[in-house]
Each structure stands twice: as C-alpha cells, then as structure tokens.
C-alpha cells in the first residue's frame, strides 16, 4: 500500500511540522509491504494546488490522510 499524508498549511504563514504525522509515516514505511510520503506545503503556500497535484501524480498513493492540529480543524475541514 502507499500513503499519503498532507501537512497543509492554512494561514499562509510557516506552520510547525507536526511530530505525529512523521511517526505515522514512519510506522507505515517500517514494514517492507508499505511506502509512505509526507507533503507539506509550509513553504509552498502560494502555489499548493500545483505542488499537490505534482506530488500525487508522481507517487500515485491508495491512501491519503491529513494531518492538522485539533484549534485547526475548521480550515481542514474547508
């Protein structure tokens, strides 16, 4: 299987990389049968979409998760 998980960033400021979402994918890309990539658009703001679009086509995954902060949740969910 190969995941996804998206980092976005939501006041077009710098955002922290968050711990959690670097485990994740490490916890996936620990078994041999899975492959993980993490992006983040920390310092892709501008021009997200193109980047996303890029990144997705290139790895093709079967899963894709986001990652967000819980006072975050609202601007995820839009």
């Known amino acids: 299987m190969r995941a996804t998980i998206i980092n976005p960033c939501y006041k077009r400021d710098y955002e922290f990389f968050h ?12 078994s041999p049968r899975h492959q993980a990539s993490v992006i983040d658009f920390s310092f892709v703001w501008n021009q997200w979409e193109e980047f996303l679009q890029r990144k997705l086509l290139e790895f093709q995954p079967q899963l894709i998760g986001i990652s967000t902060a819980s006072p975050l949740m609202p601007q995820a969910l839009t």
């Open 19 to 30: 711990l959690g979402t670097i485990a994740i994918a490490s916890a996936i890309n620990a």
